[in-house]
C-alpha cells in the first residue's frame, strides 16, 4: 500500500460516528488538494476496513456506484450513526461534517 493510502485510510479511520466529510476534504486533510477522485478510488480498492460510508460528495450527497458498497448501504450505515439523509441520499453537510480541529 502506498503513503498515500495509508494516510487517506488513517484519515478516514478517524472520523467518528455520526460524521461525514467529502472527497475534496480528505484529499485535503491528506495533502492532494485536487485529489478528490484519488481518495474515491483509494476507498473503493482499500477500504472494506474503514468506515467507508463517511465520507459523501461536497454537495453532501451519497454518490457511489460501487455495486459492492451501495448507495443504500451507505444511507442505511449512516441512519445507524444518527445522521439524517433524505430520500434523495441528501446529508446537511454543514451540520455533520467532520472537523478534526474543533471541541
Known sequence: MSK????????????PKGKVASYGQVALMAGFPRGARRVG??????????PWWRIINNSGRISTSCLEHTALLQKELLINEGVRVTNKLKI???????????N
Open 92 to 102: 446537511d453537510i454543514e451540520k455533520y461534517r467532520y472537523r478534526p480541529n474543533s
Open 41 to 50: 478510488w483509494i476507498l473503493h480498492q482499500l477500504g472494506d476496513n474503514s
Open 4 to 15: 498515500i493510502s495509508d494516510t487517506v485510510l488513517n484519515i478516514v479511520g478517524s472520523i
